[in-house]
């Protein structure tokens, strides 16, 4: 299926690795141009080279820290200075950590919240009046299951994850009239460095094996399997095109059948 997406202009965040990489390569194959944004410049570098030779598309690489005061909105003019707009926001940065609730310390709550809610926050903020003077616009926030169903073990993040299901929601009612439409994907355990990083953690205050844990979780996924990535990408590509134009505000969970609830 053609999705419409030729010569588009996409931003992404945590676009160095993992979920915002595998999106900002389905994005390059549907031959959109794009910015992609994270903290690790030599990493982005590598991909835009990457997905210009493989796909002949524009790639910028914007290094940038999401929890600096102010980055946003320099993002989003470097962004249109460069590439002349943005139809496409995909925000995929975000880092929280797990564990014992009452053995988490209070900065991992703060970095959770700055980073992926504030983060998500900031960058809709910068892009949203760009995108109601076009009359035009597609936002993807690649949120997480756990928002849905929170995990004991992976509360900073689900607590993040219920947060930005609910004002992705809320702003899609206010967005509409604008042809501006914003949804929310949510993943379960996908194989990405994220995942791998945060069992090892698991691990260490656990004393348990990698291998357990990873084996807990595949035993409460039907699928009993992890996601690759690219499944990953490919559905927010998905989200942010012309196919999807009369979805809004909507969570599309992809988790391998794992959280249950209708509605
Ligand atoms: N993997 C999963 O199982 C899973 C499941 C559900 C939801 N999610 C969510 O999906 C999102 C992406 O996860 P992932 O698995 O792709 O993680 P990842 O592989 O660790 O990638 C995270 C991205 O965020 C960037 N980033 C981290 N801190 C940053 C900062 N301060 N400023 C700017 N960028 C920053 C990282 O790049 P730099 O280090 O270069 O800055 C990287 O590009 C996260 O919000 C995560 O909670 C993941």
Same mark, same amino acid.
């Given at each position: 299926?053609?999705?419409?997406?030729?010569?588009?202009?996409?931003?992404?965040?945590?676009?160095?690795?993992?979920?915002?990489?595998?999106?900002?390569?389905?994005?390059?194959?549907?031959?959109?141009?794009?910015?992609?944004?994270?903290?690790?410049?030599?990493?982005?570098?590598?991909?835009?080279?990457?997905?210009?030779? /493989?796909?002949?598309?524009?790639?910028?690489?914007?290094?940038?820290?999401?929890?600096?005061?102010?980055?946003?909105?320099?993002?989003?003019?470097?962004?249109?200075?460069?590439?002349?707009?943005?139809?496409?926001?995909?925000?995929?940065?975000?880092?929280?950590?797990?564990?014992?609730?009452?053995?988490?310390?209070?900065?991992?709550?703060?970095?959770?919240?700055?980073?992926?809610?504030?983060?998500?926050?900031?960058?809709?903020?910068?892009?949203?009046?760009?995108?109601? /003077?076009?009359?035009?616009?597609?936002?993807?926030?690649?949120?997480?299951?756990?928002?849905?169903?929170?995990?004991?073990?992976?509360?900073?993040?689900?607590?993040?994850?219920?947060?930005?299901?609910?004002?992705?929601?809320?702003?899609?009612?206010?967005?509409?009239?604008?042809?501006?439409?914003?949804?929310?994907?949510?993943?379960?355990?996908?194989?990405?460095?994220?995942?791998?990083?945060?069992?090892?953690?698991?691990?260490?205050?656990?004393?348990?094996?990698?291998?357990?844990?990873?084996?807990?979780?595949?035993?409460?996924?039907?699928?009993?399997?992890?996601?690759?990535?690219?499944?990953?990408?490919?559905?927010?590509?998905?989200?942010?095109?012309?196919?999807?134009?009369?979805?809004?505000?909507?969570?599309?969970?992809?988790?391998?059948?794992?959280?249950?609830?209708?509605?």
């Amino acid at each position: 299926m053609d999705l419409l997406l030729k010569d588009k202009v996409a931003l992404i965040t945590g676009a160095s690795k993992g979920l915002g990489a595998a999106t900002a390569a389905a994005l390059a194959e549907e031959g959109v141009n794009l910015i992609l944004t994270a903290r690790d410049e030599k990493a982005l570098q590598m991909q835009a080279d990457r997905l210009t030779t /493989e796909h002949g598309v524009r790639a910028i690489p914007i290094a940038a820290d999401l929890t600096e005061a102010g980055i946003s909105d320099t993002l989003v003019k470097q962004s249109i200075n460069t590439l002349g707009r943005i139809d496409i926001l995909v925000n995929s940065a975000g880092a929280s950590q797990g564990g014992v609730f009452w053995e988490i310390p209070e900065d991992v709550w703060q970095d959770s919240m700055e980073l992926k809610v504030m983060g998500t926050i900031r960058m809709m903020r910068a892009v949203i009046p760009h995108m109601i /003077e076009n009359q035009s616009g597609r936002i993807v926030n690649i949120v997480g299951n756990t928002g849905l169903q929170p995990a004991p073990r992976l509360l900073p993040g689900s607590s993040a994850n219920a947060a930005l299901l609910a004002i992705t929601k809320g702003l899609a009612e206010d967005l509409a009239p604008h042809n501006v439409i914003v949804n929310a994907l949510n993943p379960g355990p996908t194989r990405t460095e994220r995942w791998t990083t945060l069992m090892g953690k698991l691990s260490e205050s656990g004393g348990r094996s990698v291998a357990d844990i990873e084996q807990d979780y595949k035993d409460q996924i039907p699928m009993n399997r992890l996601a690759e990535p690219d499944e990953i990408g490919r559905l927010a590509a998905f989200l942010a095109s012309e196919r999807a134009a009369n979805m809004t505000g909507a969570c599309l969970t992809a988790d391998g059948g794992w959280t249950k609830g209708i509605g």
